[in-house]
């Protein structure tokens, strides 16, 4: 769903994507200033006073100050500058261009997805007035992306927060799109000096991170939460500021999971995987007459074939016929795509199967499809974390016995050539 | 959602109605049509769907509402397991 350009949030994708910083999640070390000390208390305090049980750790925010040495390059989308009581504001695109598809395209692969930032601040769409609607944003681009090319006619402020390059949802499930960065660029902005209102509308995903009380605690302004996707955005204006129900919920049409895919396919070239890979060509490489590479290509890459066969059913067949694969658990929906794929190709390939050759296949393809299904929990937008725990309790050891059982029949046939 | 549905009967979410002072933020930050509000009351109307993301128990304002939230994310978990802290999308 992140490349549609038409959502406010990319949504999780990012998730298991672009990591916040080295170091790891947005409230590890990385932050760990005074600053984010106090802002922790205060985070504390708001939550107290919510009742919830929310977790600390889920909202100290980001640094105070953006990172000095993060280079934000070239930002095609500015066209000019719109005069304010407090200087130039840039003016920014409302269209996108083809190096902003380029970019969305090589994100969505996979590549470089941490480093795909917008710098914060105030920018302006159109030609606002000091009563032009504010609209607060991730600086994730992908997300800025969709937000200024789906404002039609609109003249508004973008208020870009930095979420170190995240997109909305996440972020505010990290906790670097909170109360206290939004209030922290209002007054960096001058946001007040620039408006003669004081409200913002925020992006609904941004609810997880943003407890709109404290945004009003901490720089006057009151929090609107707008609709889930930006293309939304010109119809709730026109309406006073409503929301159907339509707008206020997340959806997982085919088209968002197809989006999806590519990053996930893209574990097949996961150092990780080379690894497996150079692993597998060197077991196959050496048998008890020594060691020979052209063996070790022609009895490995079968191997190597088996498991793209099982992240395809996993990572691609899965998400594309999620609604429509039994169960509930993204562990089972995978792990009957791996064994569709499995006996497929089992049958196909009958004749130059071995007993064990295709035990090994009907086990392995199933389990690490399972596996790679599992891991599309988080690209979804409908997944709990407590279901997702329950139901890793279950598959993992399932996975691991699959997995296993795979590996001692590949040995098994080796036997004896 | 086209019904698309996950796991039922997990989640953490709890409301407590007496708490409740019917602002009906719950019901405009929720992604997924979790709460009803009627007579000045919220009311849980589909628990199943909750994604315990947290955004209606951060924004209640009076506290009636609690969730262990989180990222419904099997990366997440594994990297709480192995590190032994939160569960957090670190991959």
Known sequence: MMQSAKEHDDEQQACCGPAPQSGGSCCGSTVESAASGRQSERCDATTREAGSERRQSSCCCAPAAPPAEYSYGAADYVTGTVETPVGAVPRVSRTLVRSDRLGAWRVGWGFDRDDYRVRPGMYAVGTPDVG????VTANYKLTFDALRSSLGGLDAWLL????????????????TFCADEVARVVHDARLGEIVDHRRLILPQLSAPGVAAHWVKQACGFRVTF???????????????????????EVTFTARERAVLVPEELSFVWDRRMLLAYAGILAASAVDRDGVSLSRGVRRGAPV????????????????????????????????LAGGVAAA???????RRLSPAARLALLAGVPAVASYAAMNFTGASPITSPSGVEREMRRALPLQA???????????????GR | MGGLRYIDDVVTLQLDVTRCNGCGLCADVCPRGVFAIADRRASIVDLGACIECGACALNCVPGAISVDPGV???????????????PSCDC
């Open chain 1, 132 to 135: 032009a609607p504010v609209l």
């Open chain 1, 160 to 175: 870009v927060i930095d979420t170190h390059g995240i997109n909305v949802w996440c972020a505010a499930g990290k906790g």
């Open chain 1, 226 to 248: 707008g609709p889930v996707r930006a293309e939304d955005l010109p119809a709730f204006l026109a309406t006073g500021m409503q929301a159907d129900a339509a707008m206020r």
């Open chain 1, 304 to 335: 190597i074939g088996a498991a793209w066969l099982a992240l395809l059913a996993g990572g691609a067949a899965t998400p594309l016929a999620l609604p429509w694969l039994p169960g509930r658990a993204f562990s089972l929906k995978g792990a």
């Open chain 1, 344 to 350: 497929g190709a089992t049958a196909l390939l009958r």
């Open chain 1, 401 to 415: 016995a699959g997995g296993a059982l795979a590996i001692g029949a590949w040995l098994a046939s080796r036997m």
């Open chain 2, 72 to 86: 419904g994310c099997a990366q997440a978990i594994i990297h709480g397991w192995l590190t032994g802290g939160e």
